[in-house]
């Protein structure tokens, strides 16, 4: 029962052969709660006016954090040199980019984005935002410092430390250099905390061009998945695309995006409308990988 409610409220999916998992992350939040049991715990998160403040301290627990800058390289190659000039064409009359990063963790992901928008050199004079949203009101504090330390720069290059960050001190820190993102980038980013089922705080985020959602499906099951996949397909502009982790894909979840060929990188496209010249750009195809 605790686990179905897990499923329901955050999409998080605990199998059966899962149950030690999740008996070892919320063991220390009945210790904190008083409670002798899990059902007395699931009790709490189901009816008690507590509810709404132990469900986040549950989402804490159960949710994954592991990001850092850059990640997954090639996919990134893919969105600068293919989809930011497709877009910057697409798009020159309006002058406005919105680019959604759901599941940014701390803010890594979402201020990669917006480096990788101000290196293009497409977008200058443009309106644009960069959102990150992310289930963790802690990661998203901490996305809003846009203060990290060494792990979060295990795969970029000296050349993009020195250009987007500036050392920085981080109070209680041990040892390691910390830097901050600099103002540059972080005036592009903006950050919230979600939950990507609640319809009400999703449609605060837009109309997105773009939606990068990368790792996040992968621990959602399949109604929830669906449910998410849908409101990015409503969320996105038409012909906005949605990129998804490179063992993610959209088979068996939805038919409504059409696939868009890239050189390094397969990524999902909503379909144009009709008369917004659908054969230009790269190659399309449609169906789900």
């Not at 504090?141 to 960050?165: C, D, L, M, Q």
């Not at 540059?184 to 605060?204: K, P």
Request: hydrophobic share 40%.
């Amino acid at each position: 029962m605790l686990r179905d409610l897990v499923s329901e409220r955050l999409g998080i999916l605990f199998g059966p052969e899962s149950r030690s998992s999740l008996e070892r992350r919320l063991r220390g939040r009945l210790t904190a709660r008083g409670l002798s049991s899990y059902a007395d715990y699931y009790q709490l998160l189901k009816y008690s006016p507590l509810a709404i403040e132990e469900w986040e301290e549950a989402a804490e627990l159960l949710t994954t954090h592991e990001t850092y800058f850059f990640r997954e390289d090639y996919q990134l190659r893919a969105f600068a040199e293919e989809l930011l000039p497709m877009l910057a064409e697409r798009l020159a009359s309006r002058k406005r980019l919105q680019i959604w990063s759901a599941g940014c963790s701390t803010g890594e992901e979402a201020y990669t984005i917006a480096m990788l928008v101000l290196a293009s050199g497409l977008f200058d004079g443009w309106d644009v935002r960069v959102y990150g949203s992310d289930l963790s009101k802690r990661c998203i504090a901490a996305a809003r410092r846009g203060i990290y330390g060494p792990a979060s720069f295990r795969t970029t290059t000296e050349e993009a430390k020195g250009r987007w960050f500036v050392p920085a001190e981080k109070a209680g820190a041990g040892s390691g250099e910390f830097f901050g993102v600099s103002p540059e980038v972080r005036a592009l980013c903006h950050f919230g905390q979600m939950n990507m089922l609640d319809d009400e705080r999703t449609h605060l985020v837009g109309r997105c061009d773009i939606i990068f959602c990368r790792n996040v499906l992968i621990y959602f099951d399949a109604p929830r998945r669906r449910q998410v996949i849908d409101m990015f397909h409503e969320r996105l502009v038409s012909g906005g695309v949605l990129l998804l982790g490179h063992a993610e894909s959209l088979l068996n979840v939805s038919t409504a995006f059409e696939l868009l060929h890239l050189k390094e990188d397969l990524v999902y496209r909503k379909p144009l409308a009709s008369g917004g010249g659908a054969g230009s750009g790269p190659n399309t195809g449609g169906g789900s990988r």
